[in-house]
């Protein structure tokens, strides 16, 4: 680089590729002026694109030279400043040199989890000398060199490089001295350098696998010929069944399986490897290697010879240096590379947008007649893959950006509503409205009828218990990746905390899914059990087999949106149905992400279906849909009982876990100050929208007065605000119609003679913010003292001091049984008050600690059936006795 002028310089470009093409575009759009270029010879009859760029702009004055030596090497030196001396143009060799290959590959064969690259000033020999500049990006698990290359550094490299020009003619580029630390570079990327050793773990295989691909490739041999290996991903489920396959220098045979080649490493865990190369430049499915000879060619219809053609003709346009393409032209070994691959592909989707092709079916089909089956494969939809399109609402919040689909999730794909009809879902925080589609009675039907054909034809039916929990591991896997961005989610949605969304929404949504995983194999029939009559055997014995379901429908409320969703469906498909949920209509945008995670976790069609809209019309229908043979509901009492009603139409199974009021009774012999903590937790928590809350404190008149002080003592600590802010205590109310509810549910304790302590009022801010509440003196005639408020609403009654008999029917004087507890030191009081309380839980010191393996469900009109533990599975089986006469 030489003199600046106006902060504009005049620059001599040593580089190649597309890369140098575009470096050397954005310099001169930014008013530099390029007066040489260097870069490498013509290749087969293909210019570089910077070479061919340059002619194409013919620059007066600019002189392009080419050079057989590797660019970068510090013997250029003398020959690229001579050259141009020669041809009269002055100037200063250039001082910036881009080295993101010296240590991309080795970041991804080490396992880091950050890579980038520098801009050094060139030293003497056009070799690093001191730091420039340096950009830095995460690496995700199964990340390749190509990968990390186009999501950052060909865009962000481009505009590093850029940069550094500007702050040269600006007199404000650093030098930063280079540290020696990992400032060698020892070839990892030749060919022979990147055989793998197989005597490691399996994440080190993976790390080496992917540091390779796709140049050079990292190999092994098998049946004496080299093989390359080209996507590899960490394998985290029981081993797969395969045909084995010998590898020189593995310990264990690789499995070839239907989703590609398992490899073992030497700590017993797997790397799944999606292709395969041979030697003479041949790629294919990894899955296919046994069978990559059998394919039977296609005899093509007139309109796909005329694409053939169309495609022949793109094909010579790139290998211009190839006279005539024959079914026999290798596309690569002709002169093309990997540069070539985007715009060929893009030159076919120009020309056929109907055939979508990806850059990985180019390297599958080298040669022009693999091609052209391949493509017409493809086009006529033969072994297609479809790929998961979401057309997405994205908002930046919480430090990220957050993509919601919106849409029916219907036989595996989002679309819209039969009727296109969509509603507006509400951020209780600040009134802010997500547009999602409302289901329609059509998309009721279409999304029973594709569950039920993946049930009864379908993939799912067909499939191995274990096979089954492993889709269900990955499902989990997926969840916690994604475990920030579903709390978001959550949090925009249903106005819950988002520290508490993060530990329990989703934490326990994970612990869900992977508890019943693990159940998936371990669902059996029982053995065979002889009948006995008047105490001798009679000729018959009994069968019990236990029998999946069939067509599941979920529908679930919206207090726990994701949590709710995966109590259920968790355990409907460990017993292998598959299912129709339908969100609350408040809070859909949790499940819908939910929906598009499964796909990823690679669950058949049809087997999951989310459809958000009304409860009215789409509960309704799916509650009496002949095709639906179980309803699980979660949510209120009045909704549970028309659900039972409309089940009744062919007398479908179904499982309530509806209303409570659950009594929480504190002795005056307890832990005072823990007491109050957890009593506060038993209303408050998830702002009170919480199925099993403390619905009514039940304190002992010795203590009452000193309770109720603690209580409001720390009622006034806790902070009441956005629940995205991590200092967060007490979030919105749900929807504006609860909070509307909730303000009247407290109008009417005071008109009844209660004593309202604190609270009571919304708080004066946007959205839907209600103050935590206490209320004294509540008789038991009283409503707030039998209804379900379902909002931070602590109401607290006394009772007499040792009156254990008295206060265990006040506690019991209700319709509702979900929940209940107690605090006493006394444990013969504790396990005396449990075994009389009427609910289906009780907690003893404590309150909300729900555990995944601890069945869940109420008595009375808290309903019946079972969430969580062994119990839940038998809510989505049913048992046939089978009678054997011999």
């Not at 041999?221 to 985290?236: A, C, E, K, P």
């Not at 979900?818 to 404590?846: M, P, Q, R």
Request: charged residues 25%.
């Amino acid at each position: 680089m030489s003199s600046a002028y106006q902060h504009k310089l005049k620059l001599a470009l040593i580089g190649q590729s597309i890369f140098g093409q575009e470096v050397y575009n954005k310099l001169r759009k930014e008013g530099h002026k390029v007066v040489g270029v260097f870069t490498v010879p013509d290749k087969n009859g293909q210019a570089d694109p910077l070479g061919k760029n340059t002619l194409s702009v013919q620059m007066s004055k600019c002189v392009i030279a080419h050079s057989n030596q590797k660019l970068g090497s510090s013997q250029l030196r003398h020959q690229i400043v001579g050259f141009f001396q020669k041809k009269g143009v002055t100037f200063t060799p250039c001082s910036l040199l881009l080295n993101c290959s010296f240590f991309m590959p080795r970041t991804l064969i080490q396992g880091d989890k950050k890579a980038g690259f520098t801009i050094f000033w060139a030293d003497d020999g056009l070799d690093t000398g001191p730091i420039l500049l340096q950009r830095e990006c995460d690496v995700g698990q199964n990340d390749t060199v190509d990968d990390l290359y186009n999501r950052f550094l060909f865009p962000e490299g481009i505009k590093a490089m850029v940069e550094a020009v500007h702050l040269i003619a600006d007199g404000k580029a650093p030098r930063i001295p280079q540290p020696k630390e990992g400032a060698t570079y020892e070839g990892i990327q030749k060919k022979e350098n990147a055989e793998i050793s197989w005597d490691q773990p399996a994440a080190a295989l993976h790390n080496w696998i992917r540091g390779h691909d796709k140049v050079p490739g990292a190999w092994t041999t098998i049946n004496g010929q080299v093989v390359t290996f080209y996507g590899s991903s960490l394998l985290d489920a029981s081993v797969p069944a395969g045909q084995e396959l010998t590898i020189k220098g593995a310990s264990r045979p690789g499995l070839v399986t239907k989703n590609g080649l398992v490899v073992f490493g030497n700590d017993g865990k797997m790397v799944l490897v999606r292709n395969l190369q041979f030697e003479d430049g041949k790629m294919i499915p990894a899955s296919k290697y046994f069978s990559a000879d059998e394919t039977t060619a296609l005899e093509l219809t007139e309109e796909e010879k005329k694409i053939a053609e169309d495609i022949r003709a793109i094909w010579k346009g790139i290998l211009s240096n190839v006279a005539v393409i024959e079914d026999s032209t290798d596309f690569f070994k002709s002169g093309a590379s990997s540069m070539h691959v985007v715009r060929m592909l893009e030159e076919i989707k120009q020309k056929h947008s109907g055939l979508q092709l990806q850059n990985e079916d180019v390297y599958m089909a080298t040669k022009f007649a693999d091609f052209i089956q391949m493509a017409v494969r493809k086009l006529r939809g033969e072994d297609k893959e479809e790929e998961l399109v979401i057309d997405y609402v994205s908002k930046n919040m919480n430090n990220m950006t957050v993509n919601m689909p919106y849409q029916c999730f219907i036989n595996g794909k989002f679309i819209n509503s039969d009727d296109g009809k969509t509603y507006d879902t509400i951020n209780p925080a600040d009134g802010s409205v997500t547009s999602v589609s409302s289901a329609s009675l059509a998309d009721v039907d279409k999304a029973v009828a594709a569950a039920k054909e993946a049930f009864e034809d379908g993939e799912w039916g067909r499939m191995n218990a274990r096979e089954r929990g492993r889709l269900m591991y990955r499902l989990a896997d997926l969840m916690e990746e994604h475990q920030e961005e579903l709390a978001t989610i959550e949090s925009i949605d249903s106005g819950a905390v988002y520290t508490l969304a993060l530990k329990t929404h989703i934490g326990m949504s994970v612990q869900t899914f992977r508890y019943f995983a693990g159940w998936c194999d371990k669902i059996q029939a029982s053995e065979c059990v002889k009948e006995m009559i008047n105490g001798s055997a009679s000729p018959h014995f009994f069968l019990v087999v236990i029998l999946l379901k069939h067509v599941c429908a979920i529908i679930i409320p919206w207090n726990y949106p994701l949590m709710m969703l995966a109590w259920k469906s968790a355990a409907c498909l460990a017993a292998g149905n598959t299912l129709v949920l339908k969100p609350a209509q408040v809070t859909p945008l949790t499940s819908l992400k939910f929906a598009e995670l499964s796909a990823k976790a690679g669950f058949p069609k049809g087997v999951i279906n989310i459809l958000p809209g009304s409860g009215g019309l789409v509960g309704q229908h799916l509650s009496e849909h002949p095709d639906v043979r179980k309803v699980g509901f979660t949510g209120s009492t009045p909704t549970g009982k028309q659900i039972m009603k409309s089940a009744a139409a062919n007398l479908k199974k179904v499982s309530l876990e509806l209303g409570g009021k659950s009594p929480l009774i504190i002795f005056s012999d307890c832990e005072l100050d823990r007491a109050v903590k957890m009593g506060m937790g038993a209303v408050y928590f998830n702002k009170g929208e919480n199925c099993i809350a403390a619905g009514r404190l039940f304190v002992e008149e010795s203590i009452h007065d000193e309770f109720v002080r603690k209580v409001v003592e720390e009622i006034k600590k806790m902070k009441i605000g956005d629940p995205l802010d991590r200092s967060t205590d007490h979030g919105p109310q749900n929807h504006k119609a609860h909070l509307e509810k909730l303000l009247q549910y407290c109008e009417t304790g005071v008109k009844e003679g209660a004593t309202l302590v604190y609270g009571g009022r919304q708080v004066h801010r946007p959205g839907f913010f209600m103050e935590p509440t206490v209320f004294t003196d509540v008789e038991d005639h009283m409503y707030i003292a039998q209804e379900e408020s379902f909002g931070p609403v602590m109401v607290i009654s006394k009772f007499k001091n040792g009156d254990i008999d008295g206060v265990l029917r006040r506690a019991n004087a209700t319709e509702y049984g979900l929940a209940s507890g107690v605090f006493t030191k006394d444990i013969n009081k504790a396990l005396y008050i449990s075994e009389k309380l009427e609910a289906g839980t009780v907690f003893i010191n404590t309150y909300n600690k729900t555990d995944v393996a601890a069945p869940f469900g109420g008595f009375k009109l808290s309903g019946f059936g079972k969430d969580l533990g062994e119990e839940a599975l038998h809510e989505y089986l049913r048992t046939k006795a089978i009678t054997v006469e011999y």
